[in-house]
């Protein structure tokens, strides 16, 4: 098969052969410039029909070749959308990082450019994934466990772009991870918190029970004694799950409402000295007689209060004073409240916060403590922009204080 070229130089070859043939036989000439005509329009017709050129061996001409893919790593406009991302982006092409934005860059080094991406993601599921992507599913998620450093957890998406580009979207799931747990401990530390007493006051009610009436007096007494601790103690821990889940879903609300925080202290000072709380007595409150204004949430701000000067009751020596302080530091106040006890080594400051958490596990029981008083102040001062600071030394004391923005016209 010949392609529109070749044809054409064929039939006019012929053409010119027959017209000359003609000649020196003598022939008519008008036959011969008739024949030479039909010549001509019998090579047009030939070259209109056939193809520009002959196909390959796949049967492609370059009339039907597809064009060459258009590299999108290269247009202006993907290269400024890819430094727009905060997640890291890379742009490969043929396995080589041909681009990389700032957050990739942070994350894997400025020498990934121009690299392997192999290489470059240093991690053996992702070097896997690669090795293989021509047979992937492109969306496919791989989870980099231990990536970059030990306990942290990334993911790998890649997108198949143009010809041999792909485009990798590394995510970072650590904190998304730790959340997780932390739930999964919040629900196992609370069920087990509640387990505790409620198995106490299963066991001495089945105790009485058995005795069918006979139980001295003070047996009896004592039972329900320990039944009414462990019951008291069961639903102030469900009041403290409660109040850490309403403070949690509100900490993104920040308060607007103005309250004087004078105003809440003595409140909250004189409902523990209305209770049956022991050392009351012990308070010593010094607030002054000036209006601290902020913008808070009173109930809240109440609350946290309370835990901060009744933990202080709690594990402060007995006769001791437990000092309530309001001090005015710039635009800020600073509620502190300080106890004269047996104080906390520091390795166990920085965890007083967490939920359930006790320096003395057994002594906070005997307190009646929950675990969750300082969890509750933390997530309260935060919510009203505070800073909490917890001071102690051992064999003196500790001091546990929160500083306010005081209102602009304060």
Known sequence: MFDRLSSLVIALTLVAIAAIFATLTG??????????LAGFLAAATVYS?????????????????PAPPVSLLRHPDFAHWVDQEKEPLIGTADN???????AAIRLLGRHIVGADVRTAIRHPAATDWLSRIDGQDPLETVNLI?????????????????????IIFLSDRSAIDAADRMRSDFVA??????????????????????M???????????FLSIIDREARRMQQL??????????????FRRPTTPVDLAVIVQTTIAQLCDSEQPRTKDIVARLGDAPQPVLGDEAQLGQLAHNIISNAMKYGHAGTPVTVELVREGGR?????????????????????????????????????????LAIVKHISERHQGQLDIDSEVGKGTRVSVAFPLLAQA
């Open 49 to 65: 029909a056939l193809p520009v050129a002959l196909p390959d061996a796949k049967g492609v001409t370059p009339e039907t070749a």
């Open 27 to 36: 022939g008519d000439p008008l036959s011969i410039a008739i024949m030479v």
């Open 189 to 210: 530390n609370a069920s087990h918190e509640l387990r505790t007493p409620l198995a106490a006051i299963l066991g001495y009610v089945e105790t009485l029970q058995e």
């Open 238 to 251: 469900v009041i403290d799950l409660l109040s850490i889940s309403r403070v949690e879903a509100d900490r």
């Open 333 to 373: 106040v600073r509620l502190a409240v300080s106890d004269q006890g047996d104080g906390i080594a520091p390795d166990h400051l920085p965890r007083l916060t967490e939920r359930f958490y006790r320096v003395d596990e057994a002594r906070s029981r005997s307190v009646g403590g929950t675990g969750l008083g």
């Open 146 to 166: 231990d990536f970059p450093r030990p306990g942290q957890r990334w993911t790998m998406r890649i997108a198949a772009l143009s010809g041999s580009e792909y």
């Open 96 to 102: 080589i990082v041909t681009i990389a934005n700032d």
């Open 212 to 222: 069918n009436g006979e139980a001295d007096a003070p047996t009896r007494n004592r």
